[in-house]
C-alpha cells in the first residue's frame, strides 16, 4: 500500500517522488503506474470535486461520485471549449468583473476580492491575476476571433522546469545555462509563460536569457488579431473596431512588428556575436525554429553553438508548410547531433519527449485516455491504437487537470525497446475538428497572425 | 463480410468491374476503370439530345416520377433500404424524404422549373430576340452533389433533363444509393433514349488525383457544379481553366429572426415556437437551411432574458413533439457538441441550456446578447435562442455565409429584404418554410440552372441596310437596330 502522503507527493511533486530520476519516472511497472495513477485520482478528485464549480456540476451531471476505475473520470475530462465558455464581448467590453466570476467556477483560488475596476485591457486583468493571486493563466492564440485562458499556476510551471533541468543540466550546476529563446521576453500564451520560468530555473540569470525581443507578448494583440483574421474570413474587416486604448500603443506594435520580421536576422547575428560556441538550451515551435535556421543560413551561420546544447522542437506544424528535413536544418544550425522533440500542449503542463524509438513517452503524472472520436468513450489501454488523445494531469492542484485535446494520435501500451514503461504516441499526430474552426492552443501559428495584425494596424493608425 | 458492391451506372449500363472498398463501407468500381466511356469526348453526340423537344424530356420524367414509389420500384427500395449505413439520416426521415421524390418530377412542376429558371423558349430551338436569336444548350456537366438530403439527387437530374445537360453525377458517401436508383429507373422507363445515354452516376473519392486529372477537362467537361462548399470545392479549382466553369453551391447556414409581436401574448408564443420548431427539427437540422441561431427581440434587460428563457422552453417542447417522420433525434449526435452543452449547464451565468441530456436536441438559451462561440456547429436539433434589443443587431450578424432567413411576422420580413441581403443573407422565408425547397428559384444568390445552360448568340445583318463599319460613327447603334429588327420582323 501507499500511504496518501505518498500519493500526494506522486502527483503533487513527482520529481520528489521519483528521487530526481528521469529513468525511475519512466520505468515503473505499468500495472503499478496504473495503481498509483488510480490512487492518485481518487485523491485529486475527492479533493477538488466540491471546489470547482464545473467539475463538481460535471460530476451531479453524470451522476459520479466516486472513482473506482480510470475510466470512470472520462465523462469528466474537459472539452477546450471549457476555457472559452464566456462571451466573447466580455473581452471586447473589458468586464473583467464578469470575466472574473466567470474564471472563479474553474478554480479553487478565491478570486471574489479580486478588484477589476481599472482593468482596461487583457494585459492589465493578466497583470492584476498575476500580482495578486497564484493563478497564472496561459491564454490562446485566439485564432478564431476567441481567446481560451486555462488556469495553472505558478507552482506548476517551476515543478515543469525542476524536470527540465533533470535533462538539460544533468550534473545539477546551480550556474545554469545560457538559454535562447527566440520569441517575446514576457507574456502570457501557453508558450510565452514558459519564458519566465526558463529565465529562472535554466538560465539562473536574466543576463543568460537571450531573446528576440526585450518586451511583452501582448495578449491584447493577439486577440485583435484573431478577431481581424476572423472579421476577414467572413468578409466583415470593415465592423472590427479598434479602441483608443490599442491605438495608443501603436509605438509599441511598430517595434513588436519589427521583431517578428526582421528581427530574428538581427537576433541569430547577436546570439552569433555573443554565444558562439558555448552550451545553450533552447525551446520553441517547429516553424520558429525553421524560421531561425532560415535567418541563420542567409548569413552563413551554421553549427553555431556546443554540441551538447539541447534544442526542444515542440507543438508540430501545419501540414505542408514546413519542408521535411527541417529538423536536419535546425540540427545543423544550432550544431547538435540531434532535437529533442517535445509533444506538449498549453493545457497540461509537461513536456513528454521523443525517445530514440520515436515514440513520445508520456510523463507518469499523466493518465492517458484514448478516446473513440465518434462516441467519446475511452477505448482499451491496451495494444497500439489510434484515436483523440485526452489526459488527466494529476499534478493540476488548484483547477482540474482532465482535458479532450482535438489530436489524433496513435498510442502504445506496451513496453518500448528504449526501456521505458511509460506508454507512447507515435510521431503522426493529427488534428480532429476541421469543421470546428481550428484554435489549436499553441503557437504554431502565432508569428504569422501577430505579424499580420501588426500591419492591420499600424496601417489602420496612420 | 465482404463490403456491399454499389455499381456505377455510365450512360445507360451498369458497371461492376475492379470494385474499390471505400471508407464509408461499400466498394465501388474502379473510375479508373470507367474513363472509356465516361466522358464524352466527341461533342457532335450532344445533337441527338439537343434535338429532344423540351415536352418529350418533361413527360418522360413524369413517367419516370410515377415510378418513384418505394413500394413498387425494386431499385428505390433496395437503396432505401441500403441507405441508411451511410446516411446521417434515420430510417424514418429517409422514408419520409423518399416519399416526396415522385412530386418531384410532376409534369407541371417541371415545366414551371424550365419556365422559370431558364425559360422554355429558349429551351425549345432558337428563340427570337429581334435581328438574332438566343437558344440554351446543353452543356457537358459534372455535378458534385452533397447526401445530407436525398432530393438533391433529383433536382439534379431534373435540372440536367430540362437543360439536355451531358451529365455525371459524382455521387456523395454519405448517399451512393439515390441518384443510382433514379438513374436506373430511367434507364429502365425509356432505353437508349439520349436522356438514358447521357446519364452517368458514378461514385469515387473526391480528390482522387488520378481520375480527376482524367476527366476534367474542357474537351470533356465543360461545367462543375459543386455542393458542400470549400472541402469539395478545394480540389476541384485545380483543374478549373477558360472554358472549364465552377458553379460552386456553397454549405451556408441559416438565420432566424423573431420580432417582438412573437412575444406580446401567450397565444403568440406557442405558434412562434411550433413555427420555429420546424425550422430547426425538419430533416434533424442536417440542411444549410435549417435554423440554428435565432435572434429574439425581447430585449435584453432581465424582463426580455426571462421572456427568451420561456419561448425557449417552448421551443424545445415543440422539437420534440415533432412527428418521427419529420424529425427524430440525431443518428449521430456529435459528441464535441455534447460535451459543449455539458460546459455550458455547468455555467449558468451566460447560457441557460434546455433539454439536451440524452442527445435528444436542445435549446441554448444565451443570457448576453451573442450566440455561443460554437454556433457553426450546432447539429441534432440543438438551437441558440440569443436575445436583442432590436431587429438591427440580428441583421449585423448575418454575413456572405447567410443563407436563409426564417422571419417572423411578414410586416418584419418586408422590412428586412431590403437590408439583409446587403449583408449577406441569400433567402427570406416565412417563419416554419425554412425547410422548403423550390426547385423553381434562384439558389444560393444566383440561378444554378440558367449557369448550366450554354447561351448561344445568333445574330443577323444585312449589308443593303448596315454597313459593317457603320457601329463604328457615332449614335449609328440605335438607328441600325432598329432596322435590323425591322427586317427580322
Redesign the interface.
Known amino acids: 500500500m501507499t500511504s496518501d502522503e505518498d500519493l500526494l507527493t506522486f502527483a503533487g511533486n513527482p520529481i520528489e517522488y521519483f528521487g530526481h530520476s528521469r529513468l525511475a519516472m519512466h520505468t515503473l511497472a505499468p500495472r503499478r503506474l496504473a495503481e498509483l495513477q488510480l490512487a492518485a485520482l481518487k485523491l485529486r478528485f475527492a479533493a477538488l470535486r466540491d471546489r470547482i464549480?464545473?467539475l463538481r456540476?460535471?460530476a451531479e451531471?453524470q451522476g459520479i461520485d466516486e472513482i473506482r476505475s480510470l475510466d470512470d473520470a472520462a465523462p469528466l475530462l474537459?472539452?477546450h471549449?471549457?476555457y472559452?465558455?464566456?462571451?466573447?464581448?466580455l473581452l471586447v467590453d473589458n468586464r473583467f468583473d464578469?470575466l472574473t466570476?466567470?474564471l472563479s467556477?474553474l478554480v479553487t483560488v478565491d478570486l471574489s476580492g479580486l478588484d477589476t475596476t481599472g482593468c482596461a485591457s487583457i494585459d492589465g486583468w493578466l497583470d492584476l491575476i498575476d500580482a495578486s493571486t497564484e493563478l497564472r493563466l496561459a491564454h490562446s492564440s485566439g485564432t478564431t476571433g476567441?481567446m481560451s485562458f486555462i488556469p495553472h499556476s505558478a507552482v506548476e510551471y517551476d515543478r515543469l522546469y525542476e524536470i527540465v533541468r533533470l535533462d538539460v543540466i544533468p550534473d545539477r550546476d546551480p550556474e545554469g545555462v545560457d538559454v535562447v529563446w527566440p520569441s517575446f521576453r514576457s507574456g502570457r500564451s501557453g508558450i510565452a509563460r514558459h519564458a519566465t520560468a526558463m529565465a529562472e530555473q535554466i538560465a539562473g540569470h536574466p543576463d543568460r536569457f537571450h531573446t528576440l525581443h526585450p518586451g511583452l507578448l501582448s495578449a491584447d494583440v493577439m486577440f485583435l488579431a484573431g478577431r481581424l483574421r476572423a472579421a476577414a474570413a467572413?468578409?466583415?474587416l470593415d465592423?472590427v473596431e479598434i479602441s483608443p486604448a490599442m491605438r495608443q500603443r501603436r509605438a509599441e506594435f511598430e517595434d513588436a512588428l519589427h521583431a517578428t520580421g526582421r528581427g530574428m536576422g538581427e537576433f541569430v547575428e547577436r546570439l552569433a556575436d555573443t554565444l558562439r560556441g558555448r552550451r545553450v538550451a533552447s525551446l520553441s515551435t517547429w516553424d520558429v525554429f525553421h524560421g531561425m535556421a532560415g535567418a541563420g543560413a542567409a548569413r552563413g551561420l551554421r553549427e553555431l553553438f556546443a554540441p551538447d546544447s539541447v534544442v526542444f522542437p515542440g507543438g508540430g506544424s501545419k501540414a505542408g508548410v514546413l519542408p521535411d528535413d527541417w529538423a536536419r536544418g535546425v540540427a545543423g544550425f544550432f550544431g547538435v547531433p540531434q532535437l529533442q522533440l517535445v509533444y506538449a500542449m498549453v493545457e497540461v503542463i509537461s513536456l513528454n519527449l521523443l525517445c530514440e524509438n520515436a515514440g513520445y513517452h508520456l510523463e507518469p503524472w499523466l493518465i492517458f485516455y484514448l478516446l473513440d472520436?465518434?462516441?467519446?468513450l475511452p477505448l482499451p489501454r491496451t495494444g497500439t491504437r489510434t484515436g483523440r488523445a485526452a489526459f488527466l494531469d494529476l499534478t493540476a492542484e488548484i483547477h482540474w487537470g482532465g482535458f479532450?485535446s482535438g489530436d489524433e494520435v496513435t498510442v502504445t501500451w506496451d513496453p518500448c525497446p528504449c526501456g521505458r514503461t511509460t506508454p507512447r504516441l507515435g510521431t503522426r499526430i493529427g488534428r480532429f475538428?476541421?469543421?470546428?474552426?481550428d484554435d489549436k492552443i499553441t503557437c504554431a501559428a502565432t508569428t504569422e497572425a501577430l505579424g499580420e495584425a501588426l500591419e492591420f494596424l499600424n496601417g489602420a493608425l496612420v | 463480410m465482404p463490403a456491399p458492391l454499389i455499381p456505377a451506372f455510365v450512360r445507360g449500363e451498369l458497371r461492376t468491374a475492379g470494385p474499390v472498398e471505400s471508407a464509408a463501407g461499400f466498394a465501388a468500381p474502379d473510375p479508373l476503370g470507367l474513363l472509356d466511356t465516361l466522358p464524352l469526348r466527341d461533342p457532335a453526340r450532344m445533337a441527338e439530345l439537343q434535338s429532344v423537344p423540351l415536352t418529350e424530356i418533361i413527360d418522360l420524367l413524369g413517367e419516370v416520377g410515377a415510378r418513384l414509389s418505394v413500394p413498387d420500384n425494386p431499385f428505390l427500395a433496395e437503396a432505401l433500404d441500403q441507405l441508411a449505413a451511410y446516411s446521417d439520416l434515420t430510417p424514418a426521415l429517409l422514408r419520409s424524404t423518399y416519399r416526396q421524390l415522385p412530386s418531384l418530377f410532376e409534369p407541371g412542376l417541371v415545366r414551371s422549373v424550365a419556365e422559370r429558371t431558364v425559360g422554355t423558349r429558349f429551351l425549345d430551338g432558337w428563340a427570337d430576340v429581334g435581328a438574332g436569336a438566343v437558344r440554351a444548350f446543353g452543356s457537358r456537366c459534372v455535378h458534385i452533389i452533397a447526401g445530407n438530403n436525398p432530393i438533391i439527387a433529383a433536382i439534379t437530374i431534373v435540372r440536367s433533363a430540362i437543360t439536355r445537360c451531358d451529365t455525371i453525377i459524382k455521387s456523395p458517401s454519405n448517399d451512393p444509393l439515390t441518384a443510382l436508383a433514379i438513374a436506373r429507373t430511367i434507364a429502365e422507363t425509356a432505353p437508349g433514349h439520349p436522356l438514358t445515354r447521357h446519364l452517368s452516376v458514378v461514385y469515387w473519392k473526391g480528390g482522387d488525383e488520378r481520375f480527376e486529372r482524367a476527366l476534367y477537362h474542357p474537351a470533356q467537361v465543360e461545367k462543375i457544379v459543386a455542393w458542400g462548399g470549400l472541402a469539395s470545392v478545394q480540389h476541384v479549382t485545380r483543374y478549373i481553366r477558360p472554358g472549364l466553369e465552377l458553379v460552386p453551391l456553397d454549405p451556408k447556414l441559416s438565420a432566424t429572426v423573431i420580432g417582438a409581436q412573437a412575444f406580446a401574448d401567450a397565444a403568440s408564443m406557442a405558434a412562434t415556437a411550433r413555427l420555429a420548431a420546424a425550422d430547426v427539427g425538419v430533416l434533424n437540422q442536417e440542411g444549410c437551411f435549417n435554423a440554428r441561431v435565432i435572434y429574439v427581440v425581447t430585449g435584453t434587460g432581465p424582463a426580455g432574458v426571462a421572456l427568451a428563457n420561456r419561448w425557449g422552453q417552448l421551443l424545445y417542447d415543440a422539437v420534440q413533439a415533432l412527428p418521427e417522420q419529420v424529425s427524430t433525434p440525431a443518428r449521430r449526435f456529435d459528441p464535441d457538441l455534447r460535451a459543449d452543452l455539458r460546459v455550458l449547464r455547468a455555467d449558468t451565468d451566460f447560457y441557460r441550456v434546455i433539454g439536451g441530456r440524452a442527445d435528444e436536441g436542445a435549446v441554448v438559451v444565451s443570457q448576453l446578447p451573442d450566440p455561443v462561440d460554437f454556433h457553426q456547429t450546432l447539429s441534432g436539433r440543438v438551437a441558440n435562442v440569443v436575445p436583442v434589443d432590436d431587429v438591427a443587431d440580428a441583421v449585423r450578424a448575418m454575413n456572405a455565409y447567410t443563407q436563409t432567413v426564417g422571419v417572423y411576422p411578414e410586416s418584419l420580413k418586408r422590412q428586412l429584404r431590403d437590408t439583409a441581403p446587403l449583408y449577406g443573407a441569400q433567402r427570406l422565408v416565412s417563419l416554419g418554410y425554412a425547410t422548403r425547397f423550390r426547385a423553381d428559384l434562384p439558389q444560393d444568390a444566383m440561378e444554378p440552372t440558367r449557369r448550366m445552360v450554354k447561351w448561344i448568340v445568333d445574330e443577323t445583318y444585312h449589308p443593303e441596310l448596315t454597313h459593317p463599319l457603320e457601329h463604328l460613327r457615332p449614335g449609328s447603334g440605335r438607328r441600325e437596330a432598329d432596322q435590323e429588327a425591322e427586317v427580322a420582323r
Not at chain 1, 472559452?84 to 464581448?89: D, E
Not at chain 1, 472520436?373 to 467519446?376: F, H, R
Open positions: 464549480p464545473i456540476t460535471l451531471e474537459f472539452p471549449t471549457v472559452k465558455s464566456y462571451p466573447a464581448r464578469r466570476t466567470w467556477r476567441t467572413r468578409g466583415e465592423r472520436p465518434g462516441t467519446g479532450v475538428g476541421g469543421t470546428r474552426g
